[in-house]
């Protein structure tokens, strides 16, 4: 399974805002900055991460983007989810049963081990937060290493 730059992007993006959350709107351009995503395709990422209920806009001079709730209550997993879509190595055990078309399901013996992955897959993303990837930074290390005992 690849994770696209959609879902790369949309990660790091979501990451540049919850660095910024409690500090009102981040324009694009600052998103843009703080997250290396060039901002034509970054406008194309927001649309989805709003209408999924992350992320909020506000409009005027001082207007921009943020979370709606905070880092450490958004799973890189629900990002993930709006980007890419439910997690899925295979048709055949996507997260979404709809999805789920092979015509040898039950009686397939490889089937467990893309189940197992999948699942392996789905607890990676959704046992790590905005919040967990901001303190595992290595700009975040930088600075507690810096700091006096």
Known sequence: MKVSTRGEYGVRAMVALARHFGNG?????????????PAPYLEQLIGPLRNAGLVESTRGARGGYQLTRSP???????????MEGPVAPMDCVSEDPEDQTCPLITNCETRPVWMRMRDAIAGTLDSMTLADLIAQSPSQAGVEAESPS
Do not use: F, N, T, W
């Open 25 to 37: 709107p981040m324009s694009i351009a600052a998103v843009s900055k703080a997250s290396a995503v």
């Open 72 to 82: 450490e209550l958004v799973s890189v997993g629900d990002v993930y989810r709006v």
